[in-house]
């Protein structure tokens, strides 16, 4: 079965937490990019199930990644972690297929059920 989690997120510090909630849930098949140059290589070579994102990267501060992201594999599974709040932008990010939209910080305990339930 395939449980990669693809996670990008360019603070250190809140790739850290997350990546740690994600453990603390039983996930440890994590592959993490600060950008998203290094989430498509990634997304390429290791062909996760489910992307955690951020939306504002050094290298893009857009929704553009899910569609590059869905390129590479149409069935992958996509959750936004973002500072922001404004629903236009959330709902332009459901609208391209995104399953959950968290605003951070994120709730750990709402964030592994959400894992749960994508990856089974």
């Known amino acids: 079965m395939n449980d990669m989690i693809l996670l990008v997120e ?4 809140t790739r850290i937490q997350l990546r740690n909630i994600l453990i603390d849930g039983g996930y440890e098949n994590i592959c993490e990019a600060a950008d998203a140059k290094t989430a498509i290589t990634l997304a ?3 062909r996760p199930v489910l992307a955690i994102l951020d939306i504002t990267l050094p290298d893009r501060e857009d929704l ?3 569609e590059d992201l869905r390129k590479i594999d149409p069935a ?3 959750i936004i972690c973002s500072a922001t709040s404004q629903q236009l932008v959330i709902n332009q990010a459901m609208n391209l297929g995104v399953r ?3 605003t951070k910080p994120v709730d750990g305990f709402e964030l592994q059920a959400m894992v749960k339930e994508i990856i089974k």
């Open 64 to 66: 553009s990644l899910i």
């Open 44 to 46: 390429e070579e290791k």
């Open 100 to 102: 959950k939209f968290f």
């Open 10 to 13: 360019d603070l250190t510090f």
């Open 76 to 78: 992958i599974e996509l």
